[in-house]
């Protein structure tokens, strides 16, 4: 795609542009788009309720979830994930930045997050059996107060399993780690508006 120049890094042929007026970026053309982005943060929210217990640890660095985890500590540059949103096009995926067009690819998801992409591919169902599953390989049933559909509070699994007994097994310490990765999951990967609570179809593959 040609651009224009250092100055204007829009494409030249702007007719390409058919969501831009609903993405925020189209503020910056019309000199509107000023302030610093602050989006939510419901890593940072899960940490302060969710102390990883030392006993489940390395089960979490087996797993390949533990540089999710600590991402949740990084201070975040707001200024440039700003400049990145002023430069989005929802209609090609990519930036639009003065060197051209640039993207995030699969490996740069597996490098930032340390998770593993080379391996078969996870696959499963949303059709559960919500007591079954959760009594299976978290240990507990939730209460209905917990459950929305298929989806489950990140505070009840915190309560439920955010502390392992001192004298606990390798059986019980993988279903605390288990609901660790879920909540981990829900608040990080695939979280949804408010990032309190988590689907329960990623359970049955962990």
């Known amino acids: 795609m040609a651009f224009?120049?250092?100055?204007?890094?829009?494409?030249?042929?702007?007719?390409?542009?058919?969501?831009?007026?609903?993405?925020?970026?189209?503020?910056?053309?019309?000199?509107q788009f000023q302030e610093v982005l602050h989006p939510r943060q419901q890593m940072r929210?899960?940490?302060s309720?969710?102390?990883?217990?030392?006993?489940?640890?390395?089960?979490?660095?087996?797993?390949?979830?533990?540089?999710?985890?600590?991402?949740?500590?990084?201070i975040i540059d707001w200024p440039l994930i700003t400049c990145l949103v002023e430069r989005w096009q929802s209609e090609t995926h990519t930036f639009h930045v003065p060197v051209g067009e640039m993207t995030i690819t699969l490996q740069d998801v597996a490098i930032i997050l340390g998770l593993c992409i080379d391996r078969p591919t996870v696959t499963g169902t949303c059709v559960l059996d919500v007591a079954g599953l959760c009594g299976e390989l978290l240990g507990v049933i939730p209460l209905d107060e917990a459950l929305r559909g298929?989806?489950?509070s990140i505070r009840w699994l915190c309560q439920q399993l955010s502390t392992p007994a001192p004298d606990a097994d390798k059986v019980a310490l993988q279903k605390s780690v288990r609901g660790f990765i879920l909540a981990l999951m829900g608040s990080f990967l695939f979280t949804d508006k408010k990032g309190v609570h988590v689907h329960l179809c990623f359970l049955s593959l962990l």
């Open 4 to 31: 224009r120049g250092l100055c204007d890094v829009d494409p030249l042929d702007t007719s390409v542009f058919v969501l831009q007026d609903r993405h925020k970026s189209h503020l910056v053309d019309a000199e």
């Open 45 to 47: 929210a899960f940490l």
């Open 49 to 74: 309720i969710w102390r990883m217990d030392p006993h489940i640890r390395p089960y979490v660095i087996r797993a390949g979830f533990y540089g999710i985890y600590r991402l949740g500590h990084i």
């Open 150 to 152: 298929s989806v489950i």
